[in-house]
């Protein structure tokens, strides 16, 4: 019985561990108006004339951010002209994570100079709505045009952090590709190794 | 009649000094490699015993080890160097290994340590934090393809673990205590 006892405990845990999936494509995005590093805020409803967003959970130290950071910029440069624009979103609990402190943000973007905006959920609602759980982490957001803004693709950027000629799948591009072309992405979700966002104690 | 015995006896002795020297000629190299063999070997053995360092591998050479059967406990951890709270639990996984080390578990730590970086941080770290389970590094950077194959539920955010044995499978997105894993632990310890 104790035995028992303990295996449902430690499946109860586990339930609320696993909890953190991505929102599901087809839903809708949660809505934000975050703090961004230029002292301005941006909001979702700002992309309104956009014909999409990427929304890229993303922090300073991880070094699988690190290892994209380029990769996330060329995406930018690649789809803001043709009206999905990168948006990057600092979820990490800057107390716990001291190196993703706002000051930390302003300064990376600086060094890096980031053309998006670089937000920072330091009240930590937005990525637990988007069901994130790691940086970097990609939601591919679609504007339906009624206001509203509907998940399309999850996942990862590419299928080689390591190295990018060696790159097979371009898995975020494709999904802007498709969502220009007004087909919906495939595949719609993957996954990726990534560091786990700090949550607040 | 001793004089031709003389010049077969020393035909004898040349041919048999041919032998030998042919004999050495295949010897010398032979001796050599045995002993490169035996060098390598001692060096690589005292690799993963002694200093407990790592084993390099890909998800098709890493997989057998999800999927053991048979009495052992197995807990699989995922985490990196760069990930602070996969170091903060790996002290929790060193005690257990030591507090049940005569009891039939088994813990790997999986690292996903950029491969390129073994040797300047991955084993650095081992030493440092004198590691004693066997850690070995993950290196397949097609992780879209691998993480729904150790559980379909992880995201790929690390730390996470996997228990497996006895009947029981587990994976766990999250940050272990010691406690918490002791408590995981004991039910499925057969005696």
């Known amino acids: 019985m104790k035995k028992l006892c303990f295996i449902l405990s430690v499946f109860a845990l586990s339930v609320i561990a696993l909890n953190a999936q991505p929102i599901a494509v087809g839903e809708t995005a949660p809505s934000f108006t975050l703090k961004n590093i230029d002292g301005t805020t941006v909001a979702l409803s700002d992309y309104a004339n956009e014909k ?61 100079n980031y053309p998006f905006p670089y937000l920072a959920d330091d009240v930590q ?75 607040k104690k | 009649m001793n004089k031709i015995l003389f010049l077969f006896v020393q035909r004898k002795e040349s041919q048999h000094k041919n032998q030998i020297e042919s004999k050495m000629k295949i010897l010398i190299p032979f001796c050599f490699g045995v002993s490169f063999l035996l060098i390598t070997s001692f060096f690589s053995s005292h690799d993963t015993k002694d200093d407990n360092t790592v084993m390099v591998m890909n998800f098709e050479q890493l997989r057998p ?14 985490w990196a160097t760069w990930c602070a709270p996969c170091v903060k639990e790996i002290p929790y996984f060193e005690q257990l290994g030591e507090k049940y080390r005569d009891k039939k578990i088994k813990i790997v730590m999986v690292s996903l340590d950029f491969p390129n970086q073994l040797h300047t941080k991955l084993i650095p770290f081992i030493k440092k934090e004198e590691m004693r389970n066997e850690v070995i590094l993950l290196d397949d950077p097609r992780s879209n ?41 004991l039910p499925l310890l057969s005696d």
């Not at chain 1, 993303?58 to 910029?73: D, K």
């Not at chain 1, 509907?150 to 590419?158: F, K, P």
Request: hydrophobic share 35%; charged share 25%; aromatic share 12%.
């Open chain 1, 125 to 199: 609602q937005i990525y637990p709505a988007y069901g994130a759980s790691r940086t970097p982490e990609v939601f591919l957001l679609k504007n339906k045009g009624d206001g509203s803004f509907v998940v399309t693709y999850t996942g990862t950027i590419d299928d080689n952090y390591q190295n990018e000629s060696a790159v097979e799948e371009h898995y975020a591009a494709n999904a802007a590709r498709s969502l220009l072309d007004g087909k919906d992405p495939d595949p719609s979700t993957t996954k990726a190794i990534g560091c786990g966002i700090k949550a």
């Open chain 1, 52 to 112: 999409g967003v990427f929304v890229i959970f993303s922090c300073n130290p991880c070094p699988y951010v690190q290892a994209y950071e380029e990769r996330m910029i060329r995406l930018h440069q690649e789809f803001a002209p043709q009206g999905i624009p990168v948006v990057l979103i600092n979820p990490n609990d800057p107390v716990s994570q001291p190196a993703d402190s706002f000051d930390e943000m302003k300064k990376r973007a600086a060094e890096r």
């Open chain 2, 65 to 78: 080890l999800l999927q053991k059967n048979n009495d052992t406990v197995y807990l699989i951890n995922f």
């Open chain 2, 145 to 185: 393809r691998w993480i729904p194959l150790v559980d379909e539920a992880w995201t790929g955010a690390i730390p996470a673990t996997l228990i497996y044995g006895n009947g029981f499978r587990k994976f766990y997105q999250k940050e272990f205590t010691f406690e918490e894993l002791a408590e995981t632990i």
